[in-house]
Each structure stands twice: as structure tokens, then as C-alpha cells.
């Protein structure tokens, strides 16, 4: 179906419908990618996995997507958590307000984990976000740790399937060929394997 071109400006009541079925959406395509077919209330697997991820972290509690996220520790944990080599948890936390961690979290999980800011900062932090915008806002850094992990399982059986090829081709009776161009003879393997 075809939006308006302010669908989403003026109505509030337009982005919480919509924010609700993209919030269903996910938790049903969620557990069909884990192969279970009913619904172990989503949001105690979403936030056991936060804990999870932010367990040794200081200043973080998760207790529910809507209240336990919103000073802006925990979302900073969870950037943290993902990649720690783009800032010190501590410093960040301690330097910063409410406000500027909330800020900054948004900020960052757009830049490093793919999320985008779909939330106000000033309503995040004042907890006006019901479980359906901050629920799908926090599934979406879980979406970018699958996604990760997904890809580095792919770059580590691409490796290994060069690392095979090669050893293939040094052990095979063809590894000795070579190639006369110009006047010049190169070895086979070597361009092979180049290429691999």
C-alpha cells in the first residue's frame, strides 16, 4: 500500500501502528530463523541475550526494553560489547549526561553496527517509547551481532576453501607445468594460485 508523504510526520498514532507490526514482524521472522515455533515471550529471550552480552559491564541492569535502556548504558555496552576498539566503556560513560550517552550510543550504533536512529533522543531518555519502539530498536543490535557472526563463519570457510584449493593443486601431478609466452616460461601453479 501507498503512504502519504507526511505518513509519518504528523500522526504519532501512524509510526506506533507501524512500529508495532514491524515489531511483530521481526519477533515472528526472529523465530523462524531459530527454528522454534512458538513464541517463549520474545522479550525474555531478547533481554536474557542482553544480559548476556552486557554481564561484567558497570552502571548496566536489564530489567525491560523500556526502562532499562534509556540512561544509556546498556546500549553503550552492547556497541562496546560488539567492537571495543572504537572507545573506552568507563571514560564514556563517566564523561558523559544522560542525554549525551543516549545521544552518543544512537550515534555510534548507526556508524559501527548498522542500526539506524529510528528513536528522538529526548523521548528515549524521558521513557516515552513503549515496548514496541525500543524493543525493535534493541533487537536490532542482536540483528547485528547475528549478522556478524554470520560473516565472519563465511570469511573463515572462504579461507579455508582457498587454503584446500591450494594444497589440491601443489599436490596434484599438474602443480609442475608451466607456460612459455614470449620467450619466457612461467610457472603454472603460480598464476593459479594467485588467482585462488
Not at 65 to 74: E, R
Request: with cysteine; proline share 2%.
Amino acid at each position: 500500500f501507498f503512504f502519504k508523504k507526511d505518513f509519518f510526520v504528523n500522526d504519532t498514532t501512524n509510526r506506533t501502528l507501524l512500529f508495532g507490526f514491524l515489531w511483530m514482524l521481526f519477533k515472528k521472522t526472529l523465530l523462524l530463523a531459530l527454528q522454534s515455533e512458538e513464541d517463549p515471550i520474545f522479550n525474555n529471550v531478547l533481554l536474557k541475550w542482553c544480559r548476556q552480552m552486557t554481564e561484567n559491564y558497570e552502571g548496566v541492569n536489564i530489567e525491560t526494553t523500556t526502562s532499562s535502556f534509556k540512561d544509556g548504558h546498556a546500549l553503550l555496552a552492547l556497541i562496546h560489547k560488539f567492537d571495543s576498539t572504537h572507545f573506552d566503556y568507563k571514560k564514556t560513560v563517566l564523561s558523559l549526561s544522560v542525554y549525551d550517552r543516549v545521544r552518543t550510543a544512537f550515534d555510534w550504533a548507526e556508524k559501527y553496527l548498522g542500526v539506524p536512529k529510528l528513536l528522538n533522543t529526548h523521548k528515549f531518555v524521558k521513557g516515552k517509547y513503549d515496548e514496541h519502539f525500543s524493543g525493535l530498536y534493541v533487537a536490532l543490535y542482536l540483528h547485528a551481532f547475528i549478522l556478524r557472526e554470520n560473516q565472519l563463519k563465511i570469511h573463515e570457510q572462504l579461507n579455508n576453501l582457498k587454503s584446500d584449493m591450494r594444497r589440491l593443486w601443489l599436490e596434484s601431478p599438474f602443480s609442475d607445468l608451466s607456460i612459455e609466452v614470449e620467450g619466457h616460461v612461467f610457472p603454472l601453479h603460480a598464476a593459479i594460485l594467485e588467482t585462488v
